[in-house]
């Protein structure tokens, strides 16, 4: 910076010094003799305050060695404190021992940044120092009365001229008027700010000469920033605060702007500087772990939301839901648990033993397990027996033990033993009551826990639905069918709120679901324009299965949005305020279908619901929706491949045949169930004999009651609508086109004032797409308005007159 001065302007005095450079030893002499020459000031005017009264009286024979003073420093003291105290500046005349002091330390120390002194401060500190020695001097000479020594005869002289020119006042007005002029130029201070310092330097009059100089050091343009922090600490050290700190080294170094300006930078940066560079490193780490922060904010929002309000708690809606009390169950077999008649056991035992024996097959050990209504008799048959030889005389040992229902398993899977099963004489009832109340059905920690019954052990068999995840149910009529569905669905409404599941019922003998209307707006799903949420009319089964094949397409959506592999995890993350309902995230509901005679819609919709089905039952599992679909005959056109394939978890009843049997469980022995509940249940893989629960009619309608007469739902869950292909939905119809029954349709639902398609069906004894589609026909006549969800349409036309009208004039147009 100085080069460039000196290359672009001519050499000034003060470049001219600036660039003025001694060698180093030069530097050290020089130095050391300024030091040295400033101590000889600050010693000789310390000593002089006190010893010149003393002295003064030798000053006139100074020279003569014979006199002698009482300054320290002797005659050269008495000479210089005369000279620049007394004659001079008064006690302000010690900034001029500072400042040689100082200067000395410079060169002496030069190129080791002592003290943050440079060449351009020592310059600047002068310069300032002088000034300020002046002022001082002159502000002092007010008091020269007091002591001689204070201002100095050249501070009182200018004071006592510019008194003489422009009074006490004028001459006290002009000089605050330059120390506020050098205050706001070199600090920028306010008014208030200057007043504050002026005060207090003019109290501590020598300690801030020494503040200046120690200050000033530091507002050096050309110091780095390590500079810059080294001169905070040094001003730390002294007895200030922080905030004195701060401010005194502004306050000493007012007029150039340049420095004034980095003066003020360093003012600004200096508290921060030393942190930041120290902490560069730790607030690097730091932003990592506020990226990791920023990472969890949505985990951390949720969280919030919970500790704010709790999970989501879907049940919310029917916080006062009660489940119905177990007493709503019979108990059949009144506490007792199954009676072990001996006679019998022994006499079948026997009987086992003799016919295996004229058979050939001895037998090596025979265990009795007592089952509700078989007894499994477990052989070990004696070494050297083959199972195939027993299995292939199942027939001749059923005849011989003469009992329906003989089951031979050989072997038993996973023991190497053979099982006889004898149904017992008596055999008793599975109550609902005692599978629901049984721990394991109580402490099962599953989706959807249904309690099946009891197995040959005499234990309760409680299965996942969820994991099924379809089941395939078949069985002759009067074999417990309809009570193993109602086993089925009672299981769920025993174990889920009417918020977790819903059913979707499908009932063509229009009997065995009725019960369940009951709970139509707690628990049951339905199409938005229908009105009964059992569904009865195989035609409408079609929509629904469409419906709910788009039920599971949106909720694939909207687990793929939340990043979720099935509805266990996505409610779980809903519960925990994870999803924002704002987004079309809301609790998902387990769908269960049941259809109680699948055969009966094979034969009356055919393809057209087997494709859905196919569908549902392939993909619907990961969303929560389960089929349970029961069937009479479980011949392979009802039960086709693609079905089977699809439905791995299947329940027989008893079945007539063998053939039968194999179809319904890829396997015999359904045809060997002595019926009533007697049933064979497998996931795929072994099969496995359980007694089903039984529950009754008038069982189920107490449930149904007791549930219906809570506070409900508005309505049923609906469906997503779905229009069929056949539905009509071309409002284009010619009028010739039109139905034979349009007519009496309009008459009827005019009539009514309701533009619903089940009334026509009730009216005119219509089928549902027939009715759908004259419905549509009435709207594009301008009859009935547009579609409204699950409200009725609108009736446009307000009596018969105007319908006579209307239809009249549309002959004529
Ligand atoms: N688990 C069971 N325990 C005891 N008895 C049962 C059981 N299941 C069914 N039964 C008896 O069998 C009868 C017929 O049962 P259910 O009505 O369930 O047969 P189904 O197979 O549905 O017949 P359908 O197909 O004709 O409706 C019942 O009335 C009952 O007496």
Redesign the pocket.
């Known amino acids: 910076m100085a080069r460039k001065k000196k290359t672009s302007t001519p050499p000034s005095l003060i470049s001219k010094i600036k660039n003025f450079s001694l060698t180093r030893r030069q530097e050290v002499i020089l130095g050391s003799g300024l030091m040295a020459l400033g101590a000889i000031f600050f010693f000789s005017f310390l000593s002089f305050l006190f010893t010149w009264r003393e002295d003064q009286s030798e000053l006139v024979d100074l020279g003569n060695r014979a006199v002698v003073t009482k300054n320290w420093l002797n005659q050269l003291g008495a000479w210089l404190g005369d000279i620049f105290v007394y004659k001079g500046f008064g006690i302000a005349a010690f900034s001029i021992a500072v400042l040689t002091i100082l200067t000395g330390v410079y060169l002496f120390a030069a190129g080791k940044n002592f003290l943050s002194l440079s060449r351009k401060r020592i310059l600047q500190l002068w310069f300032w120092g002088l000034l300020l020695m002046i002022w001082l001097s002159v502000v002092l000479g007010y008091f020269h009365n007091y002591s001689a020594l204070l201002g100095g005869t050249v501070g009182f002289e200018i004071n006592d001229l510019l008194q003489d020119y422009v009074g006490l006042i004028g001459s006290i007005l002009i000089l605050t008027f330059f120390a506020i002029v050098y205050l706001t130029l070199r600090l920028k201070l306010t008014p208030e700010k200057i007043a504050a310092r002026f005060a207090k330097a003019k109290q501590t009059v020598e300690n801030s000469i020494e503040d200046v100089s120690s200050h000033i050091e530091s507002t050096d343009e050309e110091k780095d920033w390590e500079e810059s922090v080294t001169h905070t600490a040094t001003t730390t050290s002294e007895p200030t605060t922080e905030n004195e700190i701060k401010k005194q080294p502004t306050t000493m170094k007012s007029g150039d702007m340049e420095i004034n300006i980095a003066q003020e930078e360093e003012e600004e940066l200096s508290p921060e500087l030393e942190p930041t560079l120290k902490t560069t490193e730790k607030e690097v780490d730091l932003e990592v772990g506020e990226v990791i922060d920023e990472e969890q904010l949505i985990d951390n929002k949720a969280s919030k939301l919970v500790e704010d309000f709790g999970e989501f708690d879907p049940t919310l809606e029917l916080g006062n839901y009660q489940f119905p009390p177990i007493d709503l169950l019979k108990d059949y077999s009144q506490g007792k648990t199954i009676t072990i008649n001996e006679e019998e056991l022994a006499a079948n035992k026997d009987r086992i033993v003799e016919t295996l024996k004229n058979y050939k097959i001895g037998i090596a050990k025979i265990t009795a397990n007592i089952g509700p209504t078989v007894t499994l008799y477990e052989i070990v048959p004696e070494a050297g027996i083959r199972i195939s030889k027993i299995k292939n005389l199942e027939d001749d040992i059923a005849l011989s033990l003469s009992a329906l229902g003989i089951r031979i398993i050989a072997p038993i899977p996973g023991r190497g033993t053979i099982g006889i099963e004898v149904p017992n004489q008596k055999p008793s009832?599975?109550s609902m009551r005692s599978v629901i109340s049984s721990p394991k059905f109580q402490k099962a920690e599953m989706q959807l826990p249904i309690a099946l019954?009891k197995n040959i052990s005499n234990e309760t068999f409680v299965v996942d639905l969820a994991k099924m995840p379809h089941l395939l149910m078949a069985?002759a009529?009067?074999?417990?069918?309809?009570?193993?569905l109602n086993c089925i669905l009672t299981s769920l409404l025993y174990s889920k709120h009417p918020a977790e599941v819903k059913f979707v019922l499908v009932d063509p003998?229009k009997v065995?679901l009725t019960l369940f209307n009951k709970i139509e707006r707690h628990y049951l799903a339905k199409l938005p324009d229908s009105e009964d949420a059992i569904i009865t009319d195989n035609s409408k089964v079609i929509n629904t299965l469409n419906s709910l094949c788009i039920e599971m397409d949106q909720r694939y959506d909207i687990l793929k949005d939340a990043m979720c592999r099935n509805i266990k995890e996505y409610n779980a993350k809903f519960k925990s305020r994870k999803l924002n309902p704002a987004n079309g995230h809301k609790f998902l509901p387990y769908i269960v279908l049941v259809v109680d005679e699948f055969a009966d819609l094979i034969m009356t919709a055919g393809k057209e619901v087997e494709t859905p089905i196919a569908r549902l039952a392939q993909l619907a599992r990961a969303v929560g929706i389960h089929l349970i679909i029961a069937t009479?005959r479980p011949s392979v056109n009802v039960i086709t491949g693609m079905i089977k394939a699809n439905f791995p978890a299947r329940i027989s009843?008893r079945v007539m045949q063998k053939v039968d049997s194999r179809t319904i469980l890829d396997s015999g022995g359904a045809d060997q169930l002595i019926g009533?509940?007697d049933m064979l249940y497998t996931a795929g893989n072994e099969l496995i004999r359980i007694?089903?629960?039984?529950v009754d009619t008038p069982e189920v309608e107490k449930i149904t009651d007791f549930i219906g007469s809570q506070k409900a739902y508005p309505d049923a869950h609906l469906l997503p609508e779905y229009v069929g292909e056949d539905g009509g939905t071309s409002l284009d119809i010619s009028i010739e086109e039109r139905d034979s029954k349009f007519r009496d349709a309009a008459e009827v639902i005019i009539t009514a004032q309701q533009g619903s398609a089940s009334l026509l069906q009730r009216k005119l004894k219509l089928g549902y797409n027939r009715a759908g589609r004259i419905i549509d026909q009435l709207e594009a006549a301008g009859i009935v308005g547009p579609f409204e969800g699950s409200k009725a349409r609108q009736v446009l036309v307000p009596d018969l007159n105007s319908l006579e009208q209307l239809l009249n004039e549309e002959k004529n147009s």
């Open positions: 009832i599975v019954g069985g009529t009067g074999q417990g069918k309809s009570v193993g003998k065995e009479q009843f009533r509940g007694q089903c629960a039984f």
